[in-house]
Structure formats: C-alpha cells, structure tokens
C-alpha cells in the first residue's frame, strides 16, 4: 500500500510520502493531520469544480443563440420566445458606469495615501473606512440608495444604479490599487524627486505606470464585483424588459434576471434561469482570465 | 527659515492645488460610512418613537399590517446560518491554509491562488443558483433522513421540515461563500509569521507539526481569529445566495432542518413594496441599521487585529 501511494502520483502532487517513520507514535499526529488537510484542501478545490460542473451542466441544455441577441418577448416568462439581451447588456451598462466613477474617486485616493499623506492616523482612518465600507452588506447600500431616491423623488433607474454600484466598488477597488502602490520600490519615488519633480509629476509620470498592471487587476476584480452583485440593484436600477436608451430609464441586470427567472413556476424559465447563471459564470470566467493576461503583458514595463 | 526659491511658482501651484483636491477626494470613504449611518438612524427613529428598541429586537411576531414589528426571529434566523456556516467552513479553511503555508509545493500554491480568485469572483446569485440545484434536494434527501434517524432525538437536529430549504442549505452555501476569504487572510497571517521561529524549533527536535501547533499558530492566533471574524461578517450580510436556499420563514429556528428568515432576505423581500403601509419602510431600515451597526463593529475589530499584525488590514 505504502509503495503504491509513493510510486504514483500521489506523492507528487501532494508532496507527501508515507514513511516509515510516521508510524512512531510521535509522529502519528502529523500524519493524521496531514491526511486531514489534504481532505479539506481537496474539499476546497473540489467545491470549485462541484459548482462549474452544476451550473454547466444544468445550464448547457438551455442555452443558444436567441438567449443573447434577443431581448424578451410576449409572454417570455411563460415559456415563450426571447432572450436577455436586456439583462446582459443591462449588466454591462450598470458595471461599466460603477467601476468609471468608481476608477475616477479611488485613484486620487490611492495616490494620496501613498504619496501625499504618508503613515499618519488619517491614512489609517481612510483605510479603515474603506474597509468598513468593504464590509458593509450590498443589500444596505440598496436600501440606503432607494431612501435617497426617495427623498429626491427618483425613480429606479440606470443612474441610480451606477451610483450604488459605485458605492459597492469604490473599496474595492482603492484597497487593490492601495496594494499594488506599497510594493513600488521607494528608491523610483526618491528618484523622481531628486530629478527635481514634485508629488504630483511622481504621481502621474513614475507611480501611474508602474501600478499599471496591478490598476488592469483592480479594475477587472471590482467589474466583475459589479456585474455580479444583486441585492444593491435590487431597488435602484429596477427591471425591464427593454435596453435602455437614457440613464433615466430603469434597467435590467443579469443576476436579477437569474433571479426572477428562478422564482417562476414554470420549468422552461427556469432553465433559462440555469443558462443565465451560465452566462453570468462565463463573463466571470473571461474577467478573470482577462485579468491575468493583462497584468502579464503590462509588468513588462515595470521596473521591479 | 530657508527661502524655497520655487514657492511661487506655477509648477508648485499646480502641485499645492492637486494636494488639495486630492484630501478633498481622500475624505469620501469616511463621510459615505458616516451619511449612511446617520441616514439610516433618523429613517428608524419613527419606529424607535412607537415601541422601544427593546420591543423592537426582542419581539416574535412580525404583522406590519397590525403595526408588530418584532426582529427577533429574524436576527435569530441570521444568526444561526453564520453560526453553522462558520462552523462548518472554519475547520476545513484553516487546515488548507497551514498545508499551503507549511506543506504545500510551490506549483500547488501557483494552482490555488487563481483558483481561489475564481471562487471569491463568482457572484452570490450563481451561488445560490448551486445551492438550489445541488444543495437543497442533497439535504433533503440524505442529510436529513440520515441525521432523523440518528441523531433526530437531539432537537438541534430535529427535522420537521419535509423541505430541504433549511438553515443548514443555507450554511452550506455560506460556508462554500466565505471559503476564499477565511483561506487567503489565514494564509496571509501565517505567511507572516518569522521564519527563524520555525527554524529554532525544528532545530530542537520539534516535528514539523510540533512547530506548526506551539510556534506558528499561538503566534498566528490573534490573525486567525480576524480571518474568522471577517468571514462571519461577510456571512452575515450576505443577501441573495441565502435568500434563494434558506426557506424565509419568519419564525423562530430550533433545528438546523428549520427554515430560517436572515435580516436580510427580510429588506430584499419586501423592501420597495412597503409604502403603503405606516412604519414599514422604519422597521425594514431598522433591520439595515442593525445589520450595519452588526458588520461594522466586527469588521474594525478584525481590521484592528490585522494593522497590529501584518502591518496592514489583509483581504
């Protein structure tokens, strides 16, 4: 048994031989326990595969052609003719507004808090409200977005939407830049200076580039964050069935149309649920690879 | 004073007005978390007015209809799918990360990192897609039978619900949810123990696990229990994944084969339909703000922890 385990693979991919040894009695722990974490690891990578493995399966059989180049027909969610082109491209819409505005508030941030203000308790404070705002449920920013509508007298609509996804990416995305920047060597930034350049030459001219790849990353991660989120587009970006054409107009999104498709009755929409679910993992899927190639070609130019 | 010959000029302008619309830039996180507490205080304080918060948190019955607002079952519920998801996901995570700390491979690590991105990267509604698919007629039919003829006599497992969507559905999709974060936080504060601790360790005698279990962890300790309490945070206030598989039924849990009413599903459900009914849109804020208030202090706990030990919050 013992030499089956070691000549195969086993031993390989694990790093792990059964030796002699490990039947002495102080060493039966270790054993038990690295048996033990090789079981949770193999439990970790296998939900993973566990979770692809049930959306494609399920969402295969439902998916073609008419799924993403129409919007939805009469009597759709009966189990008529259509698509969701709306909920895609009304996912697309949503995620690109948040993450721009978003990109646009976190950059000088993220600049700031390296550049400008140094180790002092106000970083500190940023940083955490950052990661307070992290943390805070994206259902709360859907409510505290909608009694602000309210208030105003908005209607649900694209705007909205962007503003609360914003709300949702921003942290995100400055804590990704935030650490990108720390691992910029301090030599560049006093290099710069010695040239003679002030803060905001460095800023723009040496520290932008050379977080270009790790910015790619940021953006990536909270536009796929922005595309996937539901509960804050809930009551603020509302549902549709068209595309819409002002950012007044309320707009349809792809984890809403999962969810709505879902909590139907009938079995042909909700396979066409299990094939949005698809959809939504395959953009997922393309971010993520998206972000690697990326980051690949960009740290070229880094000076490390 | 040394006289900056370049004070004046429009170079340093430029430089001084950047500074400054920057700081202004820099203060929007603090003032966004600060707005949305005060707006949703004064949006509760209707309903703080009509019953006191005791009332408030500590009732059973919820008929907005009738004016009764009690969170109780719904805090309940709540806290019972984090409970069960941390338990179940905990033990696993941490073993994963001392083996990819200690153990692993270097390829093994490049395989996970990526795998992990993927995980934290798939949205909550596909989640909860899987859970109802996979989890929910997994749990009825054989983790429920299973447990009700052995263990139906504890009535923590009592199971008198024929449905699978139960607290412990839910917890199963938390667990899987939480998994990434609690794995790279963990591993991150392992990683950053010294590695000169292990070495005069082993060079006593200890065996690896020796080392792992008195030097790596007591002095990881403090950094697994933030990675935990992160987790649990973020559990806490997840919406749709547990909204899809845990049954939202307002009453209060006694089994983990119960189905529950998380806080919230409660503001998801109803939200945006409750206008017409007096005090409904204070009580559901009220649930935000409880929600909020719940997240925010583990989260500066935990965020506390991690500046003392890796030197900056991890995610």
Redesign the interface.
């Known amino acids: 048994m013992r030499k089956f385990l070691n000549n195969k693979g086993f031993a390989r991919i694990f790093h792990f031989r059964i030796q002699r040894w490990y039947f002495k009695p102080q060493h039966i722990s270790e054993g038990i326990l690295k048996i033990m974490m090789i079981a949770s690891f193999i439990i970790v990578a296998g939900s993973l595969g566990l979770i692809l493995y049930t959306v494609i399966l399920k969402g295969l059989p439902s998916l073609n052609i008419a799924m993403i180049t129409q919007i939805p027909k009469g009597g759709y969610y009966l189990g008529k003719e259509g698509g969701i082109l709306n909920a895609i491209l009304g996912s697309l819409y949503l995620a690109t507004g948040g993450t721009l505005i978003a990109l646009i508030i976190s950059i000088p941030i993220a600049l700031y808090l390296e550049i400008y203000a140094g180790h002092t308790f106000w970083s500190d404070l940023i940083r955490l409200s950052l990661d307070v705002m992290w943390g805070i449920p994206s259902i709360v920013y859907g409510a505290f977005g909608f009694t602000i509508m309210i208030a105003l007298g908005m209607r649900a609509s694209l705007l909205a939407g962007i503003l609360v996804l914003s709300l949702l990416e921003l942290p995100i995305m400055t804590r990704a830049i935030d650490e990108v920047m720390r691992l910029i060597p301090v030599e560049l930034e006093q290099a710069s200076f010695a040239v003679g350049a002030n803060r905001f030459e460095t800023a723009t001219k040496v520290v932008i580039r050379q977080v270009l790849p790790g910015l790619v990353t940021a953006i990536l991660l909270a536009f796929g964050r922005g595309i996937g989120d539901a509960a804050s587009v809930l009551f603020t970006a509302g549902y549709t069935d068209r595309i819409p054409t002002s950012i007044l107009e309320p707009v349809a999104s792809l984890p809403l149309a999962v969810f709505f498709q879902l909590s139907t009755p009938y079995p042909e929409v909700q396979n066409r649920a299990y094939a949005s679910a698809l959809i939504l993992t395959i953009i997922i899927l393309i971010i993520s690879l998206l972000s690697r190639w990326i980051s690949g070609k960009l740290s070229k130019n880094v000076i490390k | 004073m040394p006289v900056n010959p370049q004070k004046n000029s429009p170079?340093?302008k430029?430089?001084k007005l950047?500074?400054w619309?920057?700081?202004a830039?820099?203060?929007?996180?603090?003032l966004?978390?600060v707005v949305?507490i005060i707006?949703?205080i004064i949006?509760t304080l209707p309903i703080l007015q009509y019953q006191s918060i005791w009332q408030l948190l500590t009732g059973r019955s919820w008929h907005p209809t009738k004016g009764e607002f009690g969170f109780y079952p719904f805090i309940t519920g709540t806290f019972w799918v984090t409970f069960v998801a941390m338990i179940l996901a905990v033990?696993?995570?941490l073993?994963?990360a001392?083996?990819?700390v200690e153990?692993?491979?270097a390829s093994?690590r490049a395989f996970?990192k990526?795998?992990l991105?993927?995980?934290s990267?798939?949205?909550?509604?596909?989640?909860?897609?899987?859970g109802?698919?996979?989890i929910v007629p997994w749990v009825q039919k054989v983790i429920a039978p299973f447990f009700n003829k052995w263990l139906g006599f504890i009535p923590f497992f009592a199971v008198n619900n024929p449905t699978g969507f139960s607290i412990l559905s839910g917890s199963i999709v938390l667990a899987?949810m939480v998994?990434p974060l609690i794995?790279a936080v963990s591993y991150e504060v392992m990683h950053a123990v010294p590695d000169g601790l292990r070495e005069a360790s082993m060079a006593i005698g200890a065996?690896?696990?020796?080392t792992i279990r008195k030097c790596v962890i007591p002095k990881a300790l403090p950094g697994i229990i933030a990675a935990t309490v992160?987790g649990f945070?973020?559990a806490?206030?997840?919406?749709?994944a547990v909204l899809?598989v845990v049954g939202n039924v307002p009453k209060v849990p006694g089994s983990i084969f119960d189905p529950a009413y998380p806080l919230?599903a409660l503001?998801?459900n109803n939200?945006?339909e409750m206008l017409s009914i007096p005090l409904y849109?204070a009580a559901?804020?009220g649930a935000?703000l409880v929600?909020?208030l719940i997240?925010?202090v583990?989260?500066?706990l935990s965020?506390?922890v991690l500046?003392h030990i890796v030197g900056?919050?991890a995610?």
């Open positions: 170079r340093s430029s430089d950047v500074r619309s920057f700081l830039t820099t203060t929007l996180p603090f966004i978390v949305v707006v949703l949006k033990p696993p995570c073993l994963t001392i083996y990819l153990y692993a491979h093994t996970m990526p795998l991105d993927l995980l990267g798939i949205p909550s509604v596909v989640y909860g897609v899987w109802m698919i996979a899987v998994v794995i065996t690896k696990w020796q992160l945070s973020r806490f206030g997840e919406t749709m899809m919230t503001i998801a939200y945006g849109d559901l804020l935000a929600l909020l997240v925010l583990f989260n500066v965020a506390l500046i900056r919050p995610r």
